[in-house]
């Protein structure tokens, strides 16, 4: 099945220690979206890649940044992780423009300690 | 700016129950509209959507209509079950943009038996 994978499903960092999460999709979409999400919050859009082109949120820190390789893999890393970046990280694609939705993978959640 | 106000939770019904979760918006133009349910500790699922005005989108007893002369998008299902219990979200797409979202805060639905 055609799918949004994210890896790992838990990720356990130190306080300053960058860390690295994982996505990957099979639907060949253009667009790879990234979410950050808090306890009883609604996603909150970190950037995106349309294709090659990155797309940063006004208020995303800088401590946050992304890469995509190629169509199928995008990483976020966090530089330097406070306690305050706690939270589900979720992975979305589409195809981009209107009308199309996007598709999330199950997220993976971080703790720093 | 565009944005999303959706009715808050906690909403907890009985079995059976009819269900309405109401959605407004405001946005410059015309904008995909969409229903994503998240299940705890999972990434957000596509319930339905609808892409202009007058359009239903249904899905597992769950119905919207896009209502252009409003800026409405309400949730129904005329009798919920337990395994509905989730946290539902409205999210217009940005007009303009290449798929981006606008989340509403989310309502946390529970359903006892």
């Known amino acids: 099945d055609a799918m949004v994978i994210q890896n790992p499903r838990y990720q356990v960092t130190q306080f300053g220690k960058p860390v690295t999460l994982s996505c990957s999709q099979t639907?060949?979409?253009?667009?790879m979206y990234w979410y950050q999400q808090k306890s009883s919050q609604a996603p909150k859009l970190l950037f995106h890649?349309?294709?090659?082109?990155?797309?940063n949120e006004a208020d995303t820190p800088d401590n946050f940044q992304s890469r995509r390789p190629n169509t199928s893999f995008c990483f976020l890393d966090i530089r330097s992780p406070g306690l305050g970046d706690a939270a589900m990280y979720l992975c979305?694609?589409?195809?981009?423009?209107?009308?199309?939705?996007?598709?999330f993978g199950p997220g993976t959640r971080l703790t720093v300690l | 700016g565009d944005s999303v106000t959706q009715m808050e939770g906690p909403v907890t019904l009985s079995e059976e129950a009819f269900l309405t979760i109401n959605c407004t918006y405001t946005?410059?133009?015309?904008?995909?509209l969409f229903w994503y349910v998240q299940y705890p500790g999972e990434g957000l699922q596509l319930l339905l959507k609808?892409?202009?005005?007058?359009d239903k989108g249904s899905n597992k007893g769950f119905e919207a209509t896009y209502r252009k002369e409003t800026t409405s998008f309400h949730l129904e299902k005329g009798s919920v079950q337990v395994s509905d219990s989730a946290v539902y979200f409205c999210?217009?797409?940005?007009?303009?943009?290449?798929?981006?979202?606008?989340f509403g805060k989310g309502t946390k639905l529970s359903v006892k038996p």
């Open positions: 979305a694609t589409s195809r981009g423009g209107q009308q199309h939705e996007q598709f």
């Open positions: 639907l060949n979409h253009n667009v």
């Open positions: 890649y349309y294709d090659k082109d990155f797309n």
């Open positions: 946005a410059t133009g015309y904008p995909s």
């Open positions: 609808a892409t202009k005005a007058d």
């Open positions: 999210a217009p797409q940005r007009v303009g943009s290449q798929g981006n979202l606008i």
